[in-house]
């Protein structure tokens, strides 16, 4: 889906509003991906993602969040990308504008004759060591806000704004402030000066322009838990404001409508809606009829298995056994897990799933935690060892849990 969406792009444009995207009903246990594979796709993609469960909305007229404020909370994450981006795009240039303007302050300090320019050599002697840090400590004096500027109440407590309400609000604020001379470090010049010349290439109203743009053209929305508003054909007894009403709400959305924002009207024709539920006490066929059509295609996601959880473990780049391995390394201990320790993380997660409830891949986090909560909680008397965890000290960290699950078998 995500590499349409890209193909789309380079279709002319006459042709490219045709086509809109095949939105997608993903039907799966409880922890099995769901949500981790949306959220990738809208990486990968670089597109604006919104999350959203279904429950938190109620048919319009009843208490309970609007379903167009899916699409405000997306145009708000898709202004912070597009800053994101801009950012990323302008990093150089504003890294070299704050070294050009440090430099013309600093060398404009030295004494030299008067109308002669200071000697190119010269510049780039202080470039050289500017750049290698050996002038961080070095006082010089700058235009720089007075500091003195405080933020509105309704910022400070949080309000009701979004996301990006704040940082609007934000951005006025700064450029209103007042500018004194200050003598201050160049380490602590640096990133003032950074933010005061990034805010230059950061013209709010083109950004905002784009990530509308962006948001209609690549933006991803989440629902989860569709299926608790969807109610079985078999004890359905009438009207219900908690389902059958959210999901008429949910229909112009999904299948296209303009949604007013406070940045101008959003169209939803092209954004990808992503719906996934577990569907234990109902089928995909009891939700309407309409949002049946408008979730062309269905993925079914199985329940990990122990095979699954080991490749959880270790296939991802940053996975749980290296992330416990670097949080341990700040403290000088080198945490090494033996490969049939983490075999046994993987049989452990399946058993005590498979016995309790059934929580997927986040039972590892739980598995992980026990495992290495006791060097954790020493790690400052042991600094400078080697941790090895094998498959025995597994076993006796989730004794308890394990107990747990073999009493569970006998449990009318």
């Not at 999904?254 to 996934?276: M, Q």
């Not at 090895?388 to 076993?395: A, E, L």
Request: hydrophobic letters at 40%.
């Amino acid at each position: 889906m995500t590499r349409n969406r890209w193909r789309r792009h380079r279709i002319p444009a006459a042709l490219r509003t045709e086509i809109v995207p095949k939105n997608i009903l993903m039907i799966g246990p409880t922890g099995c991906g769901k949500t981790e594979i949306a959220r990738r796709l809208a990486k990968l993609a670089y597109a604006p993602f919104v999350k959203v469960e279904a429950t938190k909305f109620t048919e319009v007229g009843f208490h309970g969040r609007d379903v167009d404020q899916i699409i405000r909370d997306l145009v708000d994450n898709a202004i912070l990308l597009q800053r994101q981006k801009v950012r990323a795009r302008v990093v150089k240039v504003v890294e070299r504008n704050v070294e050009n303007r440090i430099l013309d302050v600093l060398i404009g300090e030295q004494p030299t004759v008067e109308g002669d320019a200071p000697p190119t050599d010269t510049m780039e002697i202080f470039r050289k060591l500017y750049r290698e840090g050996a002038m961080d400590d070095r006082k010089i004096r700058l235009d720089i806000p007075d500091g003195r500027v405080r933020l509105p109440v309704d910022i400070v407590s949080g309000g009701s704004y979004a996301v990006n309400e704040l940082i609007y609000r934000m951005e006025k604020v700064f450029k209103s402030q007042k500018m004194e001379r200050r003598e201050i470090t160049i380490g602590e010049a640096r990133p003032l000066l950074t933010e005061t010349e990034m805010e230059k290439h950061l013209n709010s109203d083109q950004i905002t322009k784009d990530a509308i743009e962006l948001a209609e053209s690549d933006g991803i929305v989440f629902i989860d838990e569709i299926d608790k508003i969807v109610t079985s054909h078999d004890s359905r007894h009438g009207a219900d404001a908690s389902s059958e009403g959210v999901q008429r709400d949910l229909l112009p959305i999904i299948e296209g409508s303009t949604v007013s924002t406070k940045y101008g009207n959003v169209n939803t024709d092209h954004i990808l809606f992503i719906c996934s539920g577990a569907f234990h006490s109902c089928k995909p066929s009891d939700m309407l009829a309409e949002l049946q059509g408008r979730l062309p295609i269905r993925v079914e996601l199985k329940g990990l298995t122990r095979e699954d959880l080991y490749r959880i473990l270790t296939e991802p780049e940053t996975n749980m056994i290296k992330q416990q391995q670097l949080l341990m390394k700040t403290e000088n201990i080198d945490l090494v897990f033996t490969d049939d320790a983490i075999d046994e993380l993987a049989a452990v997660a399946a058993e005590v799933n498979r016995y309790l409830d059934n929580i997927g891949a986040r039972r590892l986090h739980t598995v992980i935690e026990r495992v290495v909560e006791e060097i954790s909680f020493h790690a400052p008397e042991r600094t400078g060892q080697t941790y090895t965890i094998d498959k025995q000290k597994v076993r006796n960290s989730m004794g308890d849990l394990l107990h747990k699950t073999d009493l569970s078998k006998f449990v009318l």
